[in-house]
């Protein structure tokens, strides 16, 4: 197949092509206005950089229909044909799975596709519950720390835009989306450059992740924690002992040579349990910010320009980003078209929020992270006298003194606190000429207009006032008087990594033991983490077949 790039097409064009598009996706479309006999849309990106010339730019396959690099239709995930189970006996090469997320559900898929038969454990529950206990949460502000928008199936990932962006160049990148779209996904993220699937469409079908595991003979435990492991003589894991969430004492010994731990950028509970277990930890940087809120028409205008309204562009989304003067960078990160923040809690007394939308992307606001990089060295101004200033969980206890103090600052009740960038800033600081209306914010509890200054170091907004010249330089409109920052966000990626060996993949001091996507330090997102879940699970697989 000949792969053709730059290919250039109108609105109009591209429009006719997606609503042609097929399975496999072919169109006639396509083929038609390139005038070749079959054509195969790979990718396709918006090039808006000249307001009076917004085009689609296009990869193309050029090809017969039969050529063997042509794309498939893909086959529903729980339609595939079930292998045959190859387990011992004794089950103690069964590997051991810690975590429900983008990287625990692909590398137990990954396990159980060639009859490995994986035990997949999660100490949240199953979707449809979660759900359930998300929406009481928002209901009553009663929080559940083991089940919310950050622990249950699908991990973090499912209260989140179903983002699917990344720079990796892993071959194994397709195969994540192609599995998606196996799952119910929306064909389109096969092409798409920047694919999404929606929090809607993603909580509807992450549970065929954990139905296909099971259909190949796997195992999945819901509301169930991984408590400690054990090692024999020579350092390698011999078990998994794990326990229900709402009784830890309740212990059950799991008897593994494998465990792959997936456990999520939150799970700060198996980090400790990891420290006094000896293993290898490092600090490693984050950033930290708030979430900004925009009219998703003003972000549309300041795109697109007159083209907002195209039918085929559908609501616009930005990425920026800067260095300030202190060499801080300052960026945006997990930018939410139409969507709403997310109050992503996970203990009590701590507020952090993270950022939403459905597939449609349809609401009246947008809103992305607004974050600025922190490194290990600033971790100790949150340390108290007796904590030792090498600690690798410094990242932790620095993340709750801001969740905590934004808590307090929103009024204990759950409520954030936030404040227009015009206030933030000072108005005669904001040098925008755009002007909006005031944003109605999309946090589940409401906000409590406040002061931002006590919940974040001073370091940080101080950056985040110096980025919005010329990151409105970048979107223009992007410093408006009135647009909206919620704080805090704290939970953009884990502040503590599971030094592991490059090649091997495992722990450096515990064989068998695979640290494993972003709580592990080894991913930022959910495509990352994907990747990071199937290298993991063809790491055990090369090991137990060697």
Not at 510 to 538: F, H, K, Q, W
């Amino acid at each position: 197949m000949e792969i053709r790039h730059e290919v250039s097409l109108s609105l109009d064009e591209g429009w006719e092509v997606e609503r042609d598009l097929q399975p496999d996706c072919s169109s006639e479309t396509l083929a038609r206005i390139l005038r070749v006999p079959h054509a195969f849309l790979l990718r396709r990106s918006v090039d808006a950089r000249h307001k009076d010339d917004v085009h689609f730019v296009c990869t193309v396959g050029i090809g017969a229909v039969a050529d063997a690099d042509a794309p498939q239709a893909i086959m529903p995930l729980l339609e595939r044909p079930v292998p045959s189970t190859r387990v011992d006996p004794d089950g103690s090469d069964r590997p051991v799975v810690v975590g429900a997320g983008p990287a625990g559900l692909f590398a137990a898929l990954e396990l159980a596709e060639v009859g490995r038969a994986p035990l997949l454990i999660e100490r949240g529950e199953a979707v449809n519950a979660r759900r359930g206990t998300v929406d009481r949460f928002h209901a009553n502000g009663i929080l559940d720390p083991e089940s919310n928008a950050l622990f249950g199936e699908g991990g973090a990932g499912t209260f989140s835009d179903g983002k699917l962006t990344s720079g990796t160049g892993s071959p194994y990148a397709r195969q994540v989306l192609e599995t998606f779209v196996a799952a119910g996904a929306q064909n389109e993220i096969r092409w798409q450059a920047r694919p999404h699937i929606g929090t809607d469409v993603l909580q509807t079908i992450i549970g065929r992740f954990t139905e296909r595991i099971c259909a190949c003979g796997g195992e999945v435990r819901f509301n169930t924690r991984l408590v400690d492991f054990e090692t024999d003589g020579g350092g390698r894991v011999s078990a998994a002992v794990v326990a229900p969430s709402d009784a830890p004492d309740q212990r059950e010994r799991l008897a593994t040579g494998t465990i792959i731990l997936a456990c999520g950028h939150s799970a700060r509970d198996t980090f400790a349990l990891l420290k006094g277990r000896g293993l290898e930890l490092a600090r490693k940087p984050f950033s930290l910010g708030v979430r900004i809120e925009h009219s998703q028409c003003a972000i549309d205008e300041a795109r697109y320009g007159a083209a907002a309204s195209h039918p085929a562009l559908g609501a616009a989304d930005y990425k920026l980003s800067c260095q300030t003067s202190t060499k801080r960078g300052v960026y945006t990160f997990c930018m939410c078209p139409g969507g709403e923040v997310v109050a992503a809690a996970s203990e009590g007394g701590g507020l952090c929020v993270n950022g939403m939308s459905s597939a449609a992307r349809d609401g009246d606001n947008a809103n992305a992270a607004l974050l600025c990089s922190v490194y290990p060295s600033d971790y100790d101004e949150a340390a108290d006298a007796d904590t030792d200033p090498d600690d690798p969980l410094a990242g932790i206890a620095f993340q709750r003194r801001w969740e905590r103090a934004a808590f307090a600052a929103g009024g204990g009740d759950w409520r954030a606190p936030a404040q227009t960038v015009g206030d933030f800033c000072g108005r005669e600081a904001v040098r925008t000429g755009a002007t909006a209306a005031a944003i109605h914010p999309t946090y589940p509890f409401g906000v409590k207009e406040t002061s931002l200054e006590g919940c974040l170091p001073r370091y940080v907004t101080d950056a985040l006032r110096e980025s919005f010249t010329p990151l409105d330089r970048k979107l223009y409109g992007f410093a408006a008087p009135g647009a909206l920052l919620t704080g805090v966000e704290t939970r953009s990626s884990s502040p503590v990594r599971v030094v592991r060996d490059k090649e091997t993949l495992q722990a450096s001091r515990v064989a068998g033991l695979y640290p494993c996507g972003e709580g592990s330090g080894y991913a930022g997102g959910i495509m990352t983490s994907a990747v990071d879940g199937i290298r993991c699970a063809r790491a055990v697989l090369e090991r137990q077949e060697s």
